[in-house]
Nanobody, 114 residues
């Protein structure tokens, strides 16, 4: 049974940093392009960044230079280092495959506020 468990969220002031983690189980993790998504209140879920099985990355324009996605295939983990956080980054953050083929986890809440 596939399970994705996100953690690492919290309340942070503008300009602060957080490092999100996602633990995957029940899937052949290493073959998938993995991604981070976020859903802000009243908005649709959106892709934030993805990383291929070989480690190539892509980040959406709004987070480029501030967020960095990474993965550890041996540990079946994917990470999102978030720096220079802005209030508009406030959302629930989820991980999944790039094509969203796995059941969604519960997500982790990130709140950026002074």
């Amino acid at each position: 049974q596939v399970q994705l468990v996100e953690s690492g969220g919290g309340l942070v002031q503008p300009g602060g940093s957080l490092n999100l983690s996602c633990a995957a189980s029940g899937m052949i993790f290493r073959i998938y392009t993995m991604a981070w998504y976020r859903q802000a209140p009243g908005k649709q879920r959106e892709l934030v960044a993805f990383i291929t099985s070989g480690g190539s990355t892509n980040h959406v324009e709004s987070v480029k230079g501030r967020f960095t996605i990474s993965r550890d295939n041996a540990k079946k983990m994917v990470y999102l280092q978030m720096n220079s956080l802005k209030p508009e980054d406030t959302a629930v953050y989820y991980c999944n495959t790039q094509m969203s083929t796995m059941p969604w986890g519960q997500g982790t809440q990130v709140t950026v506020s002074s």
